[in-house]
């Protein structure tokens, strides 16, 4: 285990992820964690992250200097870095101006371990104000830039290394490079963590915590949930009930596919709860977006709870909860009580009744990052479409229909949707797009057919490119696929008579209509 000791800088997440694409195990923990609490956890090695302040302002994130004594490797970034010097006595000073962007690093000691296979100059990235202008004793400099004269320093003896730059970035050529060293080189870790034994030990433990008892879990047919079924169903077959609620908002034909997929290739119970006429007579003449969204989040837990009541005793309750919601959330693992979890959604947060006590929670996924869980999906034999599927709204289309939703709208999108799926699947395309579908805005617009006029809806398709999507771009759609995909609707799908494509990024739109 490594640990990622987070001083609140933007990029602690792809530190973490980068980490264990070496295949090393590593956890990251505010900086407000005691000493004892991470000696406790025998890490290999300790990063410290950047982050945003000085170390000169006494309200920064600061920590205790015994953490260079305790003779675990210490790998500083940035802030991080400036830490170290700063708890060791050297001199940090503030530049007159930052150093931001991609720039040259000089290694003046290439015999460093850090810089194994690193040449002595490649591109980093860097962006800070503050910087190291004499390490503390016992500190060599061993990398600089033209304007960072400490660019990267060492001390052998306490194993404690740092750098000014990024190394997670990718724009830094050898990033990944120099962590791997650290890791491999300075912490001597074996780089051991894949997920064959991942889905191993998982299995063995799930089997040791759930004994005789019984598992529910709530399948949204989501990547998360599907593979939390998965590793659950391998560990405990048929003690396990996944609970799926088909809200009748779902793509063309994708309840069935979930459907078919859990109760013919996983050993399990399954129940599937169909509800769409339900929601339809909830949502009837209901217009504003918030207030459907609160509809549908209400009605389905209510379904989801009503389901699940009775059987709670003597059961655990099982949910697809992974690494980033947990550190997003500040939470930290669930604490094992039901009735404090949380449930996960994406935009509502729903509280376990309290007349429903299971005998704990179950996270099986709570330490994987979404890359990582995609891998256990695939090689636990989950079909690619599930594991690589874009995210959906826990609303469904319901957030896709502008204005009152009914179950003509529903099956008029479902088909135009479907189409654009099609064709982005037969030119290859959905592999670049991190999200696409159809909009109907419940617009009529004028159109001709044959020698007839046409008065009927518009629909509009959205796709977007994004790592993470609170900022996305449009994506740019070769018009030859977007004539094709508008033709096939036009011609395919009764009551649409234009199609437009939103060339709005993020800000200022959002990815959903509503
Ligand atoms: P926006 O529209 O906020 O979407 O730019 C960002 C991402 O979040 C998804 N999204 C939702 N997911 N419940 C969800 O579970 C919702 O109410 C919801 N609204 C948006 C959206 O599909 C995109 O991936």
Same mark, same amino acid.
């Given at each position: 285990?490594?640990?990622?000791?987070?001083?609140?800088?933007?990029? $602690?997440?792809?530190?973490?992820?980068?980490?264990?694409?070496?295949?090393?195990?590593?956890?990251?923990? @505010?900086?407000?964690?005691?000493?004892?609490?991470?000696?406790?956890?025998?890490?290999?090695?300790?990063?410290?992250?950047?982050?945003?302040?000085?170390?000169?302002?006494?309200?920064?994130?600061?920590?205790?200097?015994?953490?260079?004594?305790?003779?675990? @490797?210490?790998?500083?970034?940035?802030?991080?870095?400036?830490?170290?010097?700063?708890?060791?006595?050297?001199?940090?000073?503030?530049?007159?101006?930052?150093?931001?962007?991609?720039?040259?690093?000089?290694?003046?000691?290439?015999?460093?371990?850090?810089?194994?296979?690193?040449?002595?100059?490649?591109?980093?990235?860097?962006?800070?104000?503050?910087?190291?202008?004499?390490?503390?004793?016992?500190?060599? /400099?061993?990398?600089?830039?033209?304007?960072?004269?400490?660019?990267?320093?060492? $001390?052998?003896?306490?194993?404690?290394?740092?750098?000014?730059?990024?190394?997670?970035?990718?724009?830094?050529?050898?990033? !990944?490079?120099?962590?791997?060293?650290?890791?491999?080189?300075?912490?001597?870790?074996?780089?051991?963590?894949?997920?064959?034994?991942? /889905?191993?030990?998982?299995?063995?433990?799930?089997?040791?915590?759930?004994?005789? !008892?019984k598992v529910i879990l709530g399948l949204s047919g989501g990547v998360d949930s599907s593979v939390a079924a998965g590793l659950l169903s391998r560990a405990v077959g048929k003690q396990l009930t996944c609970v799926f609620v088909d809200q009748g908002l779902m793509r063309k034909d994708e309840g069935d596919f979930v459907e078919q997929t859990f109760t013919t290739m996983f050993d399990m119970n399954f129940v599937r709860v169909n509800c769409g006429e339900l929601f339809m007579?909830?949502?009837?003449?209901?217009?504003?977006?918030?207030?459907?969204?609160?509809?549908i989040?209400?009605e389905f837990y209510k379904v989801f709870w009503n389901e699940i009541?009775?059987q709670?005793?003597?059961?655990?309750f099982a949910q697809g909860?992974?690494?980033?919601?947990?550190?997003?959330?500040?939470?930290?693992?669930?604490?094992?009580?039901?009735?404090?979890?949380?449930?996960?959604t994406?935009?509502?947060?729903?509280?376990?009744?309290?007349?429903?006590?299971?005998?704990?929670?179950?996270? @099986?996924?709570?330490?994987?990052?979404?890359?990582?869980v995609r891998?256990?999906g695939e090689?636990l034999g989950i079909p690619h479409e599930l594991v690589w599927r874009q995210p959906f709204p826990g609303p469904g289309l319901g957030?896709?229909?502008?204005?009152?939703?009914?179950a003509?709208?529903v099956k008029?999108l479902q088909e135009?949707d479907w189409?654009?799926r099609d064709?982005?699947s037969?030119?290859?395309?959905?592999?670049?797009?991190?999200?696409?579908?159809?909009?109907?805005?419940?617009? $009529?617009?004028?159109?001709?057919?044959?020698?007839?006029?046409?008065?009927? $809806?518009?629909?509009?398709?959205?796709?977007?490119?994004?790592?993470?999507?609170?900022?996305?771009?449009?994506?740019?759609?070769?018009?030859?696929?977007?004539?094709?995909?508008?033709?096939?609707?036009?011609?395919?799908?009764?009551? /649409?008579?234009?199609?437009?494509?939103? /060339?709005?990024?993020?800000?200022?739109?959002?990815?959903?209509?509503?």
């Amino acid at each position: 285990l490594v640990v990622i000791l987070d001083f609140g800088g933007q990029y $602690n997440q792809l530190i973490a992820r980068r980490v264990r694409e070496c295949n090393v195990y590593c956890e990251i923990k @505010p900086y407000t964690t005691p000493l004892e609490e991470i000696k406790a956890l025998h890490p290999k090695g300790i990063i410290f992250t950047g982050g945003p302040n000085s170390v000169f302002d006494m309200s920064s994130p600061h920590y205790t200097k015994e953490i260079l004594e305790i003779g675990v @490797p210490i790998l500083g970034i940035c802030y991080g870095c400036q830490l170290i010097a700063w708890m060791g006595d050297g001199e940090v000073k503030t530049a007159p101006v930052s150093e931001y962007g991609k720039i040259e690093l000089q290694v003046t000691d290439p015999a460093s371990a850090l810089f194994r296979d690193v040449p002595e100059t490649s591109i980093v990235w860097m962006s800070h104000t503050d910087y190291i202008a004499t390490p503390p004793e016992g500190y060599q /400099i061993v990398g600089k830039t033209n304007d960072c004269p400490c660019a990267a320093m060492q $001390n052998t003896e306490k194993k404690i290394y740092a750098v000014q730059f990024h190394p997670e970035v990718t724009h830094s050529e050898y990033g !990944k490079q120099i962590l791997r060293n650290f890791l491999y080189e300075v912490c001597a870790c074996s780089g051991d963590w894949v997920m064959d034994n991942f /889905i191993e030990n998982t299995v063995a433990a799930l089997r040791e915590k759930i004994g005789d !008892k019984k598992v529910i879990l709530g399948l949204s047919g989501g990547v998360d949930s599907s593979v939390a079924a998965g590793l659950l169903s391998r560990a405990v077959g048929k003690q396990l009930t996944c609970v799926f609620v088909d809200q009748g908002l779902m793509r063309k034909d994708e309840g069935d596919f979930v459907e078919q997929t859990f109760t013919t290739m996983f050993d399990m119970n399954f129940v599937r709860v169909n509800c769409g006429e339900l929601f339809m007579s909830k949502l009837k003449g209901v217009t504003d977006p918030e207030e459907k969204r609160k509809i549908i989040g209400t009605e389905f837990y209510k379904v989801f709870w009503n389901e699940i009541r009775g059987q709670a005793e003597d059961g655990f309750f099982a949910q697809g909860t992974i690494y980033p919601d947990r550190i997003e959330s500040g939470k930290g693992k669930s604490d094992g009580k039901a009735n404090t979890a949380v449930i996960k959604t994406h935009h509502n947060m729903a509280k376990m009744p309290d007349d429903i006590q299971f005998l704990g929670v179950i996270e @099986p996924l709570g330490d994987l990052f979404k890359d990582e869980v995609r891998e256990v999906g695939e090689k636990l034999g989950i079909p690619h479409e599930l594991v690589w599927r874009q995210p959906f709204p826990g609303p469904g289309l319901g957030v896709r229909i502008i204005g009152e939703i009914t179950a003509e709208k529903v099956k008029i999108l479902q088909e135009a949707d479907w189409v654009l799926r099609d064709e982005m699947s037969k030119n290859g395309y959905e592999s670049q797009l991190s999200q696409f579908f159809c909009v109907l805005p419940g617009v $009529n617009t004028v159109g001709v057919m044959g020698d007839h006029r046409t008065y009927d $809806n518009l629909v509009a398709i959205r796709a977007v490119t994004t790592d993470d999507f609170m900022t996305a771009d449009w994506a740019k759609i070769p018009y030859d696929i977007l004539a094709k995909v508008s033709n096939r609707i036009t011609n395919e799908v009764e009551h /649409i008579n234009r199609v437009v494509y939103d /060339i709005t990024s993020k800000p200022p739109g959002t990815v959903e209509w509503e």
